[in-house]
Structures are given as C-alpha cells and as structure tokens.
C-alpha cells in the first residue's frame, strides 16, 4: 500500500476548510483511506534516512502521510486527493475529462516508433498539456507522482516509464527508436556534459536512485531512446530524460511520453498523469492529444480518455453489502465516489459511468465496494448468518492429529521438515534419477535447497538426523505430511498426498522398530492383517533401500508405501554412520 505525504496547510487550503487531526483522520477512513501518520519534513528525513545534517535545514511544516489503496492511482498526488475529497464531500460534480485537438488549426504532435523498438520496450503513448500553470508545489506534486507511479503501476519502470518535456524547448514531429548503445549520446538531466549511452550506464552504476533501473536495459543489444525532429534526444527511456527539455517552474507547455512492455498499463499511467494535471491547465480538464504511429503504419490518438457504463441492480447491491437502501440513495452514494450514476427506467437498475481516472474499477464487484465504503463500514449492521452451519475438523487433519498424539506416545520424536527441497535431496541421495520422479519443480529457486516440492518425507528427516547426529542413539523420527506429486490430470497439474514416514537410527538396523510402528498404527486404524481386506508386506526392489531389505506395504491389493532398511550409499549421502529403517505410507485411504 503505498504512502504519500501531504502538507497539511496546502490541503487545507485546496479544500476551503480546515479539520482537526482527528477530523480528518475520520474524513479519510469515510473515504476509504487510513492517516498514517502526522508528521514534519525534519522528522521525516531524521526517521527513514537518518540524516541529522540535511533535517536542520528542513521544513516543520506538518505533513499528513496518507495510506492508499494500491489500486488507487488517482489518489497519489495532492491534486487527485483534493479533486476526490471535494467529490466525496458534495462540493463538485466529478469533473468530465475531454481530449481535443491543438487550437488554431495546428497539426497534432506525432510520435513514430521505428521496427527496432520491438526489440525492447515496442509501446508507446504520449499527450501534451497545453497552458499549464506551475507553482513550487505543484511542480513538486507533478515530480512526486510520476516517481509513485513508476514505483507503484510501473514495477520500478519495468513496465512503464514516463518522461515529461518542455515541449516549447523541442520540436516535433518525435521519433521512438533503438539504438545501440555507442550510437547513443546525449547530455542526462542536470549534467554539464554529454555522454555516450555506454558511459551514461557506467556513471548511474553508483547512483543511490538510478542504479536500480540499470538492468532493465544493460544487456540488451539495442537501447530505446526519442528524438525530436532537429535529433535532440529527449529521453533514453527507463533510465534518464535528456536535460535539453528538462521541466521547470516556467514551463507551460508540457509533452508527456510513455514506453512500456505493457500497451494497458501505459493507458493507464497516461490518462491518470493528464487527468489529475489537467486542473492546472488554461482550460481544465482538457488534454491535446498526440498521434502515435506504430512501426506497422498504424496511427492511434492517445491519451484514449475513455467512459464507459456499468449496469448493476441495486437488490444485488443492497444484499451484497447487507443494507436496506433505496435507489436514489445508492445512486447518490456512487456518485460520492467519483462514479456518476444515474437511475435506469426500471427504477431498480442503476447506470454508472466509469471516468478514466477510475482505472481501478474493472468488475461490478467494484462497484458494490465503493458503495460500502460510501455507505460507511462501521453504519453497517451486523448480523447472524441466515442459516446455521455447525463446524468440524476436515477428518483428514483430525486423524493426522490423533496419530501424531499415538505415534510421539510409541517413542518417536515428530519433526517439521522444510516442503522444498534441492533437486539432489530427491535424485543422487536417494539413488533415483530426478526426471523419473514426479516432482514439482520451481521455475526461478532463491536457492539450491529450495529447487523442488518434496515427494518423499524420508529426505527430509534424514537431513534432521544429519544434524542431530552426536544425540545419543537411538533417534527415532517421524513426520505426518503432505507430499507433492506431478499429476496432469488434475486441474494444477499436482496433488498433495498425506503421509506418515518414520526412521530409526540406532547401532543396528532396528527393522523390528519401525515394523512395529507400522503395525501400531494399523491397529488404530483398524486395518487387518491379511491380503483381502487388510494390510500385507511383499518383496521390493528400491535403489534407495538395501537389497533384500525393502519391502511394499500393500493394503487391498494397492501398493500404498515402502518400509526397509536404507541403502549405505543413501546414508553416507547424508553423513550418517549408524544404519537407518525407514517406513513410509500413504493414510489418505483410511479416512
């Protein structure tokens, strides 16, 4: 959930009206927000970065730090904050948003991607505020955006990243190319001299915010990088924007451009960027479009700026959220949170209309949840459930729990192993080959150890005995668990398995001990001991057992686990120097 700071005065005075802390922490929880903290820039800094040297000179102005939804782009600047509240408090009708063409007949600005952008960042979309008005904290608010945008929607600039120009310093029709980078070279943003793209990467390599963007790009052949028509660069995209078109507080013109490797989520930042700026335009809530030409000639007029409706029913509404309200009353809600709605001709059905700073709202589902939280969560009643429901353990983990009691009782000490393991824990330890086994593999491991689900639970308490090896002898473990194995029929692709797996380690082999378990635990489950109806062992030949000393445990007929003694090259694998008797079985049937 990302966090923004607000000072407190700036707020106030956008909103005509001045709340106590407690005031307005109740405000923004009606709206659906939380205040996080009331806080000073001098505290700010002194707390997250610790620097003592740089908070004497920061301001004490108070500073509101506000949380908001991730999905809340439009609340993530003053302006949209201002723009929300004012709606959500009746003052203003949510503003209707219009793209339009440059006045006096002037052609469009044209932004051109070249074939090679395909190679690395192939989006593109860009508009242009025309007659914007900055002041300090405006121009302050449009900078803080973009960087929450970027770190927010954008994945730190993996999937978007924005760059904003002077337009009155450059001159198009633009061009979006890719280049290598040596034929790249241009003066980064409040540098003094120029740089190749090579030496650009090379000199962010140490900077405290730049470096983290550098992989995005730095093994790629080509870097992506716009020109204007006189060949000014303008940005080298997700890095840096050029320092020729750099922004300032005298800019009035502003032309904003996107890269992405996500067409959607470049509408998305574009539309948020113009619509919450377009409040400091000559004529508000206007934004000039662009022409973007794609490497395949085809021409599309950004930003989109799209309404669309939605259809709900207010009985659905009413139930979902569990009040009793009548239309208009929703219909009223709704459009406190910045949903203009209006009543169908039924009188049940309402039609909303979805403005495009509202990209949040992509189901009817949304929709009922803003009308809880206009409705107020704490005004809504509380209830007992319609029908009554009497709760029970799943049999499957209550049986699991009464043979982990028994078990412990019979002298075995239960272990909670680690449900990934190495690939080597399931294949060369246990004398199997890992791509004949059904396992689960994880496609990006943090670590070796943790490269596969587990099929067996023996690996894992062999590791436990591994590690407790200087415990005095005997050391009896057991683990009930789940398993996973690959299985295509399923839905996932996998199932769980539920096991019971227990080994001795003692001077001699102890087959008798963990035999005896397994029996002990037949006998609670009531299985006989017979080849019909019950439980028998058969004679079976597994590479991670000694030979001859491995058998199946078979119960009506179907192989459900192995018992035996296991392999010395199993137990040098995992440096242990007593002989081990493992049983293992699948207790999923008698449930």
Not at 79 to 84: H, K, N, S, Y
Not at 293 to 309: D, F, K, M, T
Not at 549 to 556: E, G, N, V
Request: charge should be negative; proline fraction near 5%.
């Amino acid at each position: 959930m990302p966090t923004i700071g607000i000072k407190r005065d700036l707020l106030f005075d956008a909103l005509g009206k001045t709340y106590t802390d407690d005031e307005f922490q109740k405000l923004c929880f009606d709206f659906g927000l939380e205040l996080d903290e009331v806080t000073t820039e001098k505290q700010m800094l002194t707390k997250e970065q610790g620097e003592v040297e740089a908070a004497k000179d920061a301001s004490e102005e108070i500073i509101y730090r506000i949380d908001i939804p991730a999905n809340r782009y439009d609340l993530l600047c003053l302006e949209g904050l201002v723009m929300g509240l004012k709606v959500f408090l009746g003052q203003i009708e949510p503003p209707k948003f219009a793209k339009v063409s440059p006045a006096n007949g002037v052609k469009a600005q044209t932004l051109t991607l070249t074939e090679s952008t395909g190679l690395i960042r192939p989006f593109a979309v860009a508009a242009v505020l025309r007659d914007i008005e900055f002041t300090k904290d405006s121009y302050n608010s449009f900078i803080d955006l973009q960087d929450k945008l970027h770190q927010n929607i954008c994945r730190k600039r993996t999937l978007v990243a924005i760059g904003t120009h002077d337009l009155d310093t450059i001159q198009g029709p633009f061009v979006y190319d890719a280049k290598p980078p040596e034929e790249i070279r241009f003066k980064p943003l409040n540098q003094d001299k120029e740089m190749t793209a090579v030496e650009l990467m090379s000199f962010y390599s140490t900077h405290a915010q730049l470096k983290q963007y550098l992989p995005i790009i730095r093994d790629s052949p080509v870097y992506p990088v716009i020109y204007d028509a006189n060949g000014v660069v303008l940005s080298m995209p997700p890095i840096i924007n050029g320092d020729h078109s750099k922004i300032t507080l005298q800019t009035k013109n502003v032309f904003i451009e996107c890269t992405a490797t996500d067409l959607t989520k470049a509408k998305i930042v574009l539309d948020t960027l113009v619509c919450l700026f377009s409040t400091h335009c000559k004529r508000k809530f206007t934004v000039e479009y662009c022409q973007v030409v794609s490497a395949n000639g085809q021409s599309v007029q950004y930003p989109e700026l799209a309404y669309r409706n939605e259809n709900i029913s207010t009985k659905k509404a009413n139930a979902y959220v569990g009040i009793d309200e009548e239309t208009n009353e929703i219909a009223s809600m709704l459009s406190r949170m910045y949903l203009k709605t209006k009543i169908d001709k039924d009188g049940d059905n309402l039609i909303v209309e979805i403005p495009p700073t509202r990209h949040d709202v992509i189901h009817a589902c949304d929709i009922y949840e803003d009308v809880a939280i206009a409705f107020g969560y704490n005004k809504i009643p509380k209830s007992l459930p319609p029908t009554q429901h009497i709760a029970r353990q799943y049999p499957l983990n209550k049986l699991t729990e009464q043979l982990r009691e028994q078990i412990a009782q019979a002298g075995f000490t239960e272990a909670l192993t680690f449900t990934l393991c190495s690939r080597d824990d399931l294949g060369v330890k246990l004398n199997k080959k890992i791509e004949e086994i059904p396992a689960v593999h994880v496609s990006n491991p943090k670590t070796l150890e943790f490269q596969v689900v587990r099929t067996t639970l023996i690996s894992g308490l062999l590791k436990t005995l591994s590690a407790n090896r200087k415990m005095p002898l005997p050391l009896k473990l057991f683990e009930v668990s789940d398993v996973v194995l690959a299985e295509e029929e399923t839905e996932v692709g996998a199932k769980n398995e539920r096991r019971v797996c227990a080994v001795n380690c003692n001077k001699t082999g102890g087959f008798e001990v963990v035999h005896g378990l397994l029996d002990r635990v037949m006998q609670l489950l009531e299985v006989p001991w017979n080849k019909e109806s019950g439980y028998y062992l058969e004679a079976l030949d597994d590479s991670a057992y000694f030979p001859g000393r491995c058998a199946s445990i078979l119960w009506k007929g179907k192989s459900i686990g192995k018992i035996g003694l296991l392999h010395p090259s199993v137990l040098q694998a995992y440096e242990l120097t007593n002989p081990c008797s493992a049983v293992e079985f699948n207790i999923e049937h008698f449930v």
